[in-house]
T-cell receptor, first 113, second 110 residues
Framework: GAGVSQSPSNKVTEKGKDVELRCDPISGHTALYWYRQSLGQGLEFLIYFQGNSAPDKSGLPSDRFSAERTGGSVSTLTIQRTQQEDSAVYLC???????????FGPGTRLTVL | GIQVEQSPPDLILQEGANSTLRCNFS?????LQWFHQNPWGQLINLFY?????KQNGRLSATTVATERYSLLYISSSQTTDSGVYFC????????????WGAGTKLIIKP
């Protein structure tokens, strides 16, 4: 596609439920990043995928968070047993190569009640 | 780890004014990027500028890597320039992660 897309744009869930957030990177981009942004704050790195290499998971805040990238393209971020502190905007970015210029999707706003 | 500091934290200007936003970083970097987050939350990559000067319309950026700072210039501000401007750097020893500054919140008044 022309840009990075994310779905859903908004997600409201109850505490304890699992959620899945999806990211479609720009076609041909080999690197994909997930970030979290709490209200009025900067970006917090979560996880990074580069081609077929093992992902860099060093930013995941707990083992309730996981992500996968299928076929080197679409990525899914899963949050299990959601907590209220998980409420934030989850942003995805892709780059044509590792360390390149990052292009962001519109984000998914997650609200945990 | 590397520290990234942006200044000023907040800036309010009248339409038509010029502004300079600063990003200081505490160690050597592979690259530096400037982003604009509009009031609706969309992040736009403005510049990929590990060193030197680049210009794009009314915006320009200069990175002096040896002195560990970068400047973003906005000339003839428009209300659509409002939002938060982030600087992000990739440290030399990183695994392609970006370290983000806290941002400068810019409000342009008509």
């Amino acid at each position: 596609g022309a840009g990075v897309s994310q779905s859903p744009s908004n997600k409201v869930t109850e505490k304890g439920k699992d959620v899945e957030l999806r990211c479609d990177p720009i076609s041909g981009h080999t690197a994909l990043y997930w970030y979290r942004q709490s209200l009025g704050q900067g970006l917090e790195f979560l996880i990074y995928f580069q081609g077929n290499s093992a992902p860099d998971k060093s930013g995941l805040p707990s083992d309730r968070f996981s992500a996968e990238r299928t076929g080197g393209s679409v990525s899914t971020l899963t949050i299990q047993r959601t907590q209220q502190e998980d409420s934030a905007v989850y942003l995805c970015a892709s780059t044509p190569l590792a360390g390149g210029r990052q292009f962001f999707g519109p984000g998914t706003r997650l609200t945990v009640l | 780890g590397i520290q990234v500091e942006q200044s000023p934290p907040d800036l309010i200007l009248q339409e038509g004014a010029n502004s300079t936003l600063r990003c200081n970083f505490s160690d050597s970097v592979n690259n530096l990027q400037w982003f604009h987050q509009n009031p609706w939350g969309q992040l736009i990559n403005l510049f990929y500028i590990p060193s030197g000067t680049k210009q794009n319309g009314r915006l320009s950026a200069t990175t002096v890597a040896t002195e560990r700072y970068s400047l973003l210039y906005i000339s003839s501000s428009q209300t659509t320039d409002s939002g938060v401007y982030f600087c992000a750097v990739e440290p030399r020893d990183s695994n392609y992660q970006l370290i983000w500054g806290a941002g400068t919140k810019l409000i342009i008044k008509p």
